[in-house]
């Protein structure tokens, strides 16, 4: 599905001038029809994905339990 540059801003919550820059810049690819960028969104579900699995990492890793410290039984 093609989006306009204020679709795909709104779509990724970026301002439109940035999208814009994006687009000169090469960075993000997109068409031009003669009057306005055109810019295929299935481009952006692999950083999803990956944003997505990052997240989980995280998760992952806030939920492992803190390994007991072997020098908790200090004798004094």
């Given at each position: 599905m093609?989006?306009?540059?204020p679709?795909?801003?709104?779509?990724?919550?970026i301002?439109?001038?940035?999208?814009?820059a994006?687009?000169?810049?090469?960075?993000?690819?997109?068409?031009?029809?003669g009057e306005?960028f055109?810019?295929?969104?299935?481009?952006f579900?692999?950083?999803f994905?990956?944003?997505?699995?990052?997240?989980?990492?995280?998760?992952d890793?806030?939920?492992?339990?803190i390994?007991?410290?072997?020098?908790?039984k200090d004798?004094?």
């Open positions: 093609y989006m306009t540059i679709e795909t801003a709104e779509y990724l919550s301002d439109e001038k940035q999208i814009h994006l687009v000169l810049q090469g960075r993000i690819r997109a068409v031009h029809d306005q055109l810019i295929n969104s299935e481009q579900q692999t950083h994905e990956q944003v997505e699995k990052y997240r989980a990492m995280i998760q890793y806030l939920n492992e339990p390994p007991e410290d072997l020098d908790v004798e004094d």
